[in-house]
């Protein structure tokens, strides 16, 4: 069973800064694409980013294009969404997803094959 673990979620004011990291518990997973969603109170999980296993290919959703950039580190088996310019309404529980497909804007129904438990990010304005 792989598990996928995330970390450095926090409090932060707007215009801030935050990484958050996702480390898989089994080296071969590094061969899955890895992405990240989101999820407010009150909304659906949304998708936020996803990588390539190669981290050649990359797709942003629009809400965080420019400001947030996804990557992977294989070899520590770890994956990373740096968050720029944070805006109230990045707030949310991030979760981390890994998945067999390839990187498009997946569902987090029908795409993700599997989660971490999440880590809670807050945007103060």
């Known amino acids: 069973q792989v598990q996928l673990v995330e970390s450095g979620g926090g409090l932060v004011q707007t215009g801030g800064s935050l990484r958050l990291s996702c480390a898989a518990s089994e080296r071969s997973f590094s061969s899955y694409a890895m992405g990240w969603f989101r999820q407010a109170p009150g909304k659906e999980r949304e998708f936020v980013a996803a990588i390539s296993w190669r981290g050649w290919s990359r797709v942003y959703a629009d809400s965080v294009k420019v400001r947030f950039t996804i990557s992977r580190d294989n070899a520590k088996n770890t994956m990373y969404l740096q968050m720029n310019s944070l805006k109230p309404e990045d707030t949310g529980v991030y979760y981390c997803?890994?998945?067999?497909?390839?990187?498009?804007?997946?569902?987090?129904?029908?795409?993700?094959?599997?989660w971490g438990k999440g880590t809670l990010v807050t945007v103060s304005a």
């Open positions: 997803a890994g998945s067999r497909q390839p990187v498009r804007t997946w569902s987090p129904r029908y795409d993700v094959d599997y």
